[in-house]
């Protein structure tokens, strides 16, 4: 099936520090959305990019689709202690069913 | 507007029971989904609803089951439950599910 590998899988990194991490797969996705889980809570959307090529921002976050269509990157700039959390990549399968890929950990350390 | 609300938080059940977790959506959202997330296999996805009809399922065995009624409100069902099945259970609901589903806070589910 269509499986989203996203890397690294863990990140740990000092308060202020840019960051980047990516998503990528074997087929290509027409649609990549990006989440971020806290502690204890549900997924959060952060991005959706749904265009080869588009490059979206939300703040002090920068998200890509990929020209191939199989992969996404997602950027944090200057990171906070409350950009902890864990970030998903996501899109829809072949059965339209939302795939979800294994998650980035983040810490940022103050 | 009110988010995804899933009843209850935290769920500890016995192995051989049975277990039933609610989901209400987002007024207006009629396509619910269910997935299991457990640390070491990230968010599997369960099934889908749309307007009470299941659209599509995931890889889990048919001791999880699930449905949705007219007002959109879902449930999903574990039937014998194995230690396995320990996991954080997360319903998200959406008007367009490429648009992004909007999660609950999830359901605990511990079984002992």
């Known amino acids: 099936g269509q499986q989203l590998n996203q890397s690294p899988q863990s990140m740990f990194i000092q308060e202020g520090e840019d960051v980047s991490m990516n998503c990528t797969s074997s087929?290509?996705?027409?649609?990549w959305l990006w989440y971020k889980q806290d502690p204890g809570e549900g997924p959060v959307l952060l991005i959706a990019?749904?265009?080869?090529?588009e490059l979206t921002s939300n703040g002090r976050l920068t998200a890509q689709f990929g020209i191939t269509r199989k992969d996404s990157f997602l950027n944090i700039s200057a990171s906070i202690p409350s950009d902890v959390g864990i970030y998903f990549c996501?899109?829809?399968?072949?059965?339209?069913?939302?795939?979800f890929g294994a998650g980035t950990r983040l810490t940022v350390k103050p | 507007k009110a988010g995804v609300t899933q009843t209850p938080r935290y769920l500890i059940k016995t192995r051989g029971q049975q277990v039933t977790l609610s989901c209400s959506p987002i007024?207006?959202?009629?396509?619910v989904s269910w997935y299991q997330q457990t640390p070491g296999q990230g968010l599997q996805f369960l099934f889908e609803?749309?307007?009470?009809?299941?659209?599509n399922k995931g890889n889990f065995p048919g001791r999880f089951s699930g449905r949705q009624f007219s007002n959109s409100r879902s449930e999903m069902n574990v039937s014998t439950l194995e230690l396995g099945d320990s996991a954080l259970y997360l319903c998200?609901?959406?008007?367009?599910?490429?648009?992004?589903?909007?999660f609950g806070s999830g359901t605990r589910l511990t079984v002992v």
């Open positions: 996501a899109g829809p399968g072949n059965n339209n069913d939302m795939r």
């Open positions: 087929s290509i996705f027409n649609t």
């Open positions: 990019l749904y265009k080869a090529g």
């Open positions: 007024s207006g959202h009629r396509s």
């Open positions: 609803y749309f307007s009470e009809t299941q659209r």
């Open positions: 998200a609901s959406a008007r367009v599910p490429i648009y992004g589903y909007t």
